[in-house]
């Protein structure tokens, strides 16, 4: 079994950074991309940012030029550097994997995390 366990989530002011990480555990053969996505009271879970195996990298327009992804394969683990916090970042940040369980030619499954606050204050 994958097990996806983000961290890194608090308070912070507005303007303040934070970097969240997210390690995947467990035996698989390889991660493909690994996302980060957020969710703020009443309202949708959106895509925060991508990165693949080989760290070609996407992000939301609302966080472009503020948040960095990047990850470390050997350590299975992705991590979202945020900087010039604003209250309307304030969700629970989940981390997403699109892995392969044995081989190349198996089919990638998503796993989720159980995701981190993040607040940020005004």
């Known amino acids: 079994q994958v097990q996806l366990v983000e961290s890194g989530g608090g308070l912070v002011q507005a303007g303040g950074s934070l970097r969240l990480s997210c390690a995947a555990s467990?035996?698989?053969?390889?991660?493909?991309?690994m996302e980060w996505y957020r969710q703020a009271p009443g309202k949708q879970r959106e895509l925060v940012a991508s990165?693949?195996?080989?760290?070609?990298?996407n992000y939301g327009d609302s966080v472009r030029d503020r948040f960095t992804i990047s990850r470390d394969n050997v350590r299975s683990t992705v991590y979202l550097q945020m900087h010039r916090l604003k209250p309307e970042d304030t969700a629970v940040y989940y981390c997403?994997?699109?892995?392969?369980?044995?081989?190349?030619?198996?089919?990638?499954?998503?796993?989720w995390g159980k995701g981190t606050l993040v607040t940020v204050s005004s």
């Open positions: 997403k994997a699109d892995v392969r369980s044995d081989t190349w030619t198996s089919p990638s499954e998503e796993h």
């Open positions: 467990g035996r698989f053969f390889r991660i493909d991309v």
């Open positions: 990165i693949s195996f080989g760290g070609s990298t």
